[in-house]
């Protein structure tokens, strides 16, 4: 204690924020309680979302009201997202706490509080985090005046939630803990809860003493359809005046006053700090947030129509509301007429209001906040980090293995390189032919002289020898798969298959239709296996008009499930390759044509003497018949 035995003010950090009115004037409310104790903090309010960078603040704030006036659509999917995926909820909250954290932490360094207060969810996010962090050693309170969609306002690193609905002290508890949540009077102005003349009121507004009043109201921002509820208002003879509040929306301000300048009963305004004396006036307000107005309305018991939802929260947080029956909740126009018509014959309730008063001072629970959160110990901390780091690594590795999108550039660097064409001065390419079940096809062409190698999936074993006496060889085939990690036993395959086929030693075989990722072309390098792109991969027995074969090409074809059919493709393929000067042999021959070896360019190089005449006319023998 300083000398003279006066205790120091305590100091009260109120971090707000200008999306929307009601979140400012939460703070607001809370600092005009505080300043007014007999043992008065030093209160400052300061803007959270600006404290917590200008990123933060332009996705927040600006990104929030560009969605609202461009594709409200939009920011009602991002709130479902957040509601109801919970990885999605995870990840936003440490992209905030990632980016905000320095900012925040920095600012409640510079005005030293004793207590930090949080009126809006994001920041509330980000406090909480630093305060389980242990970065905030000083008591932490959030307020929180909706009613659902807590999943934000209430965290486990907030010592206390400060909560304006009964209702809502179960959901906040069950996030944050036992014991984080009080039941306060509402956050709202003490000028609420005096009792005033309706009468009086409308004089000192300057409002008309006759006929019914009806508050329009779209919020801060001035959004829903106010225009659409001013117009059909207008035709309820018991309305003698409408007052629109359009908040801080010039433009609908204007609009509005244009529209309705020739109606006697109709009064725009803008903001207004005078909302104390303009709903003890009014007898109906229309509103279209269900925000901090709609606490300010029960306050004085004006009954209330929401009429307009907007997007996101505040359309689920107006619905709940209906359910409890705080609010009338009108769909349409013709309902909002109607139910305004009840609500002005109904007489007020005058309970709702009064109870406010008995609640406990908001101000009390912030100066006597108990120190609830204990900060997250640092090894506890540091392993978490090592662990996210290690998953981060894991889950990136899976992912980078599991995709085709380096395949090139991977392939260069492995040297893996597809078997696309032999070097070979023999006129001659090799028909790779997939097929499941190669034995009915290979004897139909087997009767006209043509020879293929099948690319079989699964084969049954002693499959190669019957297939040899035909002259046809057969290779592995990689099945098409949609898995993610599907290539985890591409390895463990090619042997079992290749083992089937009598095959040993490295081996050549041919991808899946939807390609090879990098974890496969990975496997197939530590085994030495080569897989076989084809200079074509062919589903028709008619290769492009515009493609000339080339000695020493492989064609990769997908033969149909019909033999007959497959047959004659293959048939009419060889007869077209024939016209062209080229014969079909099996892949196995066509390589035997040169000495391989793997070049840079994918194909495959050769050192060795030119094939004999008769190597060349027995490569040339054309099926007997075909196209």
Not at 211 to 236: M, N, P, Y
Not at 339 to 362: I, N
Not at 451 to 480: H, K, N, Q, S, Y
Request: with cysteine; aromatic share 4%; glycine share 8%.
């Amino acid at each position: 204690m300083p000398a003279g035995g006066k205790r120091p003010r305590r100091r009260v950090l109120i971090l707000s924020a200008e999306v929307g009115e009601g979140h400012a004037a939460a703070a607001r409310a809370l600092a005009s309680r505080l300043e007014s104790r007999p043992d008065a903090p030093e209160v400052k309010v300061v803007d959270g979302v600006e404290a917590l960078g200008r990123l933060l603040r332009l996705l927040v704030e600006d990104g929030y009201r560009v969605q609202l006036n461009i594709a409200p659509w939009s920011y009602t999917a991002f709130y479902q997202l957040l509601a109801k995926v919970a990885p999605v909820r995870w990840l936003v909250k440490q992209l905030l706490y990632l980016i905000g954290s320095r900012g925040l932490a920095r600012c409640i360094e510079r005005y030293q509080p004793d207590v930090v207060v949080s009126t809006y969810p994001a920041v509330t996010v980000v406090l909480a985090r630093l305060r389980r962090r242990g970065e905030v050693a000083v008591p932490t309170v959030a307020t929180i005046t909706d009613l659902t969609g807590l999943f934000y306002w209430a965290q486990p690193g907030i010592d206390l939630h400060l909560v304006c609905y009964p209702e809502s002290l179960p959901d906040v508890e069950r996030i944050a803990g036992r014991g984080s949540a009080q039941l306060v009077a509402p956050l709202i102005s003490a000028e609420f809860l005096k009792p005033r003349c309706p009468i009086a009121s409308r004089r000192l507004l300057g409002l008309p003493e006759e006929g019914k009043l009806v508050v329009v109201s779209g919020g801060g921002w001035g959004v829903g359809d106010v225009e659409g509820a001013v117009s059909a208002l207008r035709q309820i003879d018991e309305v003698g005046t409408i007052v629109c509040l359009c908040g801080k929306n010039g433009e609908l301000r204007e609009r509005l006053r244009e529209r309705f300048k020739a109606d006697p009963k109709v009064q725009v305004w803008g903001f207004t700090d005078r909302m104390p004396l303009l709903l003890a006036a009014a007898d109906v307000l229309v509103h279209s947030t269900g925000g901090v107005t709609c606490l300010e309305a029960l306050a004085v018991d004006l009954p209330v129509v929401s009429y307009g939802l907007p997007v996101g929260h505040a359309a689920v947080n107006t619905r709940e509301m209906a359910k409890l029956q705080l609010v009338a909740l009108a769909e349409d126009l013709g309902g909002l007429q109607e139910l305004v018509r009840t609500k002005l014959k109904e007489p007020r309730a005058g309970a709702r209001g009064a109870s406010f008063a008995l609640r406990r001072d908001p101000a009390e629970a912030v100066l006597s906040t108990p120190q609830r959160v204990r900060p997250i110990p640092s090894w506890r901390l540091r392993l978490g980090a090592v662990l996210a780091e290690a998953a981060v690594v894991l889950l990136g590795g899976l992912a980078l293995l599991s995709t085709d999108e380096i395949n090139a550039l991977a392939a260069l660097v492995l040297r893996v390189h597809p078997l696309v064409r032999v070097q070979t001065e023999l006129p001659a390419v090799a028909i790779v032919a997939r097929d499941r079940e190669p034995l009915p096809v290979a004897k139909l062409v087997g009767a006209v002289g043509l020879t293929l190698t099948f690319a079989v999936e699964d084969p049954r074993p002693g499959l190669l020898g019957p297939l040899a006496r035909l002259g046809d060889g057969a290779i592995p085939a990689v099945a098409t798969s949609r898995q993610s990690l599907r290539w985890v036993d591409t390895s463990a395959t090619l042997r079992k298959e290749a083992q089937a086929l009598g095959l040993t030693g490295r081996t050549y075989f041919v991808p899946p239709r939807n390609g090879l990722v990098l974890g496969q072309l990975v496997e197939a390098k530590t085994a030495g296996d080569t897989p076989v792109y084809g200079a074509l991969d062919l589903d028709g027995p008619i290769p492009p008009p515009l493609w000339n074969p080339r000695p020493g090409d492989v064609l990769v074809v997908n033969l149909p499930r019909n033999p007959q059919l497959a047959a004659a493709s293959l048939e009419r393929l060889a007869g077209w390759l024939n016209s062209r000067g080229f014969a079909v042999v099996s892949l196995a021959r066509l390589l035997a044509s040169a000495s391989i070896s793997p070049n840079k360019s994918g194909e495959r190089a050769r050192a060795a003497a030119a094939p004999t005449n008769a190597a060349i006319d027995s490569a040339n023998a054309a099926p007997r018949r075909g196209s």
